[in-house]
């Protein structure tokens, strides 16, 4: 059973840093592009960051580069999202996602429950 469980969520004044995580378990990670989604309401889910298997390549939504960094521990299960420098507009629900390619062909995806950021002074 693909469970996705995400942690580190919460409230940060604007300037400051999180770090979410994302624990996987009942799949083979390695296999699956690792992906960090963000929801604020009457929005649509939108795409923040996203890293390959073996973690070669990375993709950033233009409205987080250089604030935000993903990485993965393929040893641990586990995917992050760095988030410096956060703004009143990165307040959201975050989520992590599990996507399976093969041949390079989207297959299907996981999502995990989210957590709650919130950008506040």
């Known amino acids: 059973q693909v469970q996705l469980v995400e942690s580190g969520g919460g409230l940060v004044q604007p300037g400051g840093s999180l770090r979410l995580s994302c624990a996987a378990s009942?799949?083979?990670?390695?296999?699956?592009?690792m992906n960090w989604y963000r929801q604020v309401p009457d929005k649509e889910r939108e795409l923040v960051a996203g890293?390959?298997?073996?973690?070669?390549?990375?993709r950033y939504a233009d409205s987080v580069k250089g604030r935000f960094t993903i990485s993965r521990d393929n040893g641990k299960n586990t995917v992050y999202l760095q988030m410096s420098r956060l703004e009143f507009e990165d307040t959201a629900v975050y989520y992590c996602?599990?996507?399976?390619?093969?041949?390079?062909?989207?297959?299907?995806?996981?999502w995990g429950q989210g957590t709650q950021v919130t950008v506040s002074s």
């Open positions: 996602n599990a996507a399976r390619y093969i041949g390079g062909t989207y297959v299907y995806d996981s």
């Open positions: 009942g799949f083979t990670f390695s296999d699956y592009t």
């Open positions: 890293i390959t298997r073996l973690s070669r390549d990375t």
